[in-house]
């Protein structure tokens, strides 16, 4: 008895609001990334090699950072929720949108709860790690969730591609998770200049990673 071919399932393009929403979550990461690296070509003290992208949101214009974490955090938990309704005929994983709305909720946190100044920035802020303050605390706390949460919805859509028969979709989820959790945990463990750019990149091969997880559910693949 011949066997039926398995195809990847493939619903029909997103229309009207639902594909203005996964639209939205696409460009988050391209607004963030982009946001990201104009200020840190014009404010002065900013460098890549000491500092994380969330010190931007201090001083006084940081009121970009603490805008671009609100405007691509909603727009991330927007977008999931668009993708809860694309999966929620059973062939997709309901976990994977609840884990990218956490993600996103997370980047609205960050916006509530800003972060320290810290090693010489801003200007004129002593080197060193400076001391925690009661939001700045917090907004480590909700970037953890965050970045938690990110890992694990590439684990879920790796799970699920590879159930799919898809093993490229499944290694290049897996493959980012990985990644972005070595480079954030080491940058935990032991920060130095090399290990917080590699940090920089995680988070980069991450929001393209969520683009393109928007981008599928846009044209009728959901994973």
């Known amino acids: 008895m011949s066997q039926a071919a398995a195809f990847p399932v493939v619903r029909p ?3 009207g609001r639902d594909r203005l929403l996964l639209i939205g979550g696409v460009l988050a990461g391209p607004i963030f990334v982009g946001s990201a690296i104009v200020q840190a070509a014009t404010r002065d003290g900013f460098d890549f090699r000491r500092h994380p992208v969330s010190v931007l949101s201090t001083g006084e214009l940081g009121w970009i950072q603490i805008v671009t974490f609100l405007v691509t955090g909603v727009l991330c938990a927007l977008a999931a929720q668009a993708l809860r309704r694309r999966t929620s005929g059973g062939d997709g994983s309901p976990w994977l ?7 996103g909720l997370g980047l609205v946190g ?9 090693d010489g920035f801003p200007a ?3 080197r060193g790690a400076g001391e925690i303050s009661w939001h700045g605390g917090l907004h480590f706390l909700v970037a953890a969730v965050a ?5 694990v919805a590439t684990v879920v859509a790796a799970r699920r591609a590879a159930r799919r028969g898809a093993p490229g ?3 290049y989820s897996l493959v980012t998770g990985l990644f972005f959790a070595v480079a954030w945990v080491t940058l ?3 920060p130095a200049p090399a290990v917080m750019v590699a940090f920089g990149l995680a988070v980069t091969a991450g929001w393209l990673w969520v683009s393109v997880t928007f981008s599928r559910a846009a044209s009728g ?3």
């Not at 949108?97 to 993600?103: C, E, K, M, Q």
């Open 169 to 171: 979709r499944a290694a």
């Open 147 to 151: 970045f938690v949460s990110l890992i």
């Open 13 to 15: 393009t997103a229309v």
């Open 110 to 118: 960050a916006a509530i709860f800003s972060a320290d100044p810290a």
């Open 221 to 223: 693949r959901a994973d």
């Open 124 to 126: 004129g802020t002593p």
């Open 188 to 190: 935990i463990v032991r």
């Open 97 to 103: 949108p609840r884990l990218l709305a956490l993600y």
